[in-house]
């Protein structure tokens, strides 16, 4: 492996992914909720960065290529576990992340079974712009737990499952996290559907068509 700088940005991307959480264990709030915005946020866009340095570098590898998916799914998972906890479990938003979360274990779940045919489930365009879209709708809801509690003084307490009514800013934060996750939460689905699909062919006994 060759420590390249698209490679340590992404080793730095899947550090940041357990920080998001460990932000809570440290800081009270709403500073957790702003630590985590900004470490999530500076995240998110090495992911970007790192794939546009190797591209234009030459500097793309087997390494790069293993773990850039998984510092993304890393990122994504342990962040909105988050959010799910402190948004007082509301449904509106753990419906849409159970999604996320389902499709995410399957996928690697089907790649690991297909060993060496996994390289054929290639990352599409509907993939990449899923990813997007997730860690937009996370930045926007980190934004929002962050509002509300500044606005109410307390966390959410669990059990308050309503969309939020009013126009606050916390609100507008919500409404819009919300809808983007569950934006998000359709095109990780149809992404999911897509790569099970491209994968029966691998997934008959053999001797049967």
Known sequence: MRWT?????????????PGVAVMFLYFSR?????????????????DWFDGYLARAWKQ???????????ADKAMVVIALVVLTGYSGMNPWLILPATVILFREVFV??????????????????LAKWKTTAQMVAIA????????????QGRAPRAGEGDIPTGASLADIAT???????????ILTAITGWDYFRKALPYLKEPGHD
Do not use: C, Q
């Open 140 to 151: 926007i809801l980190f934004l929002g737990t962050g509002l509300a509690y500044l606005e």
């Open 175 to 185: 409404h819009v996290g919300l809808a983007l996750v569950w934006i998000a939460a």
């Open 30 to 46: 709403p500073w957790a909720d702003w630590f985590a915005l900004a470490l999530f946020i500076g995240a998110a866009i090495t």
């Open 108 to 125: 690697s779940g089907l790649r690991e079974f297909l060993g060496a045919d996994a390289g054929r489930l290639r990352v599409t365009k």
């Open 60 to 70: 793309e590898s087997k390494f790069g290529a293993m773990l850039d998916p998984i």
């Open 5 to 17: 700088l698209p490679n340590i940005l992404t080793v730095l991307r899947l550090l940041a992914a």
